[in-house]
């Protein structure tokens, strides 16, 4: 256990489907990130917030919606997904969006658009 | 913007060392991390290098030549356990970029 609990863990969903992943912290970091993972792929960076505010957006498409309300939740919020969509989804933290040394990562959702 | 490269996977005998090389291209480095991630789990972090040299961290160490844009993961006495993808990551003037990863097969 990390610090980082993402649910669920695992999501089956077709196309015109709207969902939500979450994530939570209980470290009390000040930064949140959302990444995804493919297979053979580098983990891409999808969204970061600092300080509840968003502050990276690696032109990742509007069909991810991130949310954050707190400091402690992120929220990314899913509509009309793409089959290419399908991937680990990882949600991160860590103290500092821009200076922390260690990111703590959630065990993921796993994400199959059908 | 930000590049890493690893080599994509790497096959050791246990009780071996391994080393696992990165390469990096960015603007504004503050540093290397190391990642491990077994199937299914999350990545957790190893080390991270800001100063030139060499960090030990038990059976592991990480070194880093900011000169060279080069650093290396070094595992000891390896173990079955140690089979796992293993990622560098730069902290530059953007969050954690990640390389692609290196698949470490650790065999009896």
């Known amino acids: 256990e990390t610090g980082v609990t993402q649910t669920p863990r695992h999501l089956v969903m077709g196309m015109t489907n709207k969902k939500s992943l979450k994530c939570e912290q209980h470290?009390?970091?000040?930064?949140m990130y959302w990444y995804k993972q493919s297979a053979k792929k580098p983990l891409e960076l999808m969204f970061v917030?600092?300080?509840?505010?968003?502050?990276e957006n690696n032109s990742v498409p509007s069909r991810f919606s991130p949310e954050c309300p707190n400091s402690s939740h992120l929220f990314l919020h899913l509509h009309t997904l793409q089959p290419e969509d399908s991937a680990l989804y990882l949600c991160?933290?860590?103290?500092?969006?821009?200076?922390?040394?260690?990111?703590?990562f959630g065990q993921g959702t796993r994400l199959t658009v059908v | 913007g930000q590049s890493l490269e690893q080599p994509s996977e790497v096959t050791a005998v246990e009780g071996a060392i391994v080393q696992i090389n990165c390469t990096y291209q960015?603007?504004?480095?503050?540093?290397l991390s190391w990642y491990q991630q077994h199937d299914g789990g999350a990545p957790t972090f190893l080390s991270y290098?800001?100063?030139?040299g060499l960090e030990e961290t038990g059976r592991f160490s990480s070194f880093l030549s900011r000169s060279d844009s080069y650093g290396y993961l070094l595992l000891q006495e390896l173990q079955m356990k140690d089979s796992a993808s293993y990622f560098c990551?730069?902290?530059?003037?953007?969050?954690?970029?990640f390389g692609k990863g290196t698949r470490l097969s650790v065999i009896a």
């Open positions: 991160a933290s860590s103290q500092g969006g821009g200076v922390g040394t260690e990111a703590f």
């Open positions: 990551a730069v902290r530059a003037n953007t969050p954690l970029v």
């Open positions: 917030y600092s300080l509840e505010e968003r502050v």
């Open positions: 290098n800001a100063l030139d």
């Open positions: 960015t603007s504004g480095f503050y540093g």
């Open positions: 470290l009390g970091h000040n930064a």
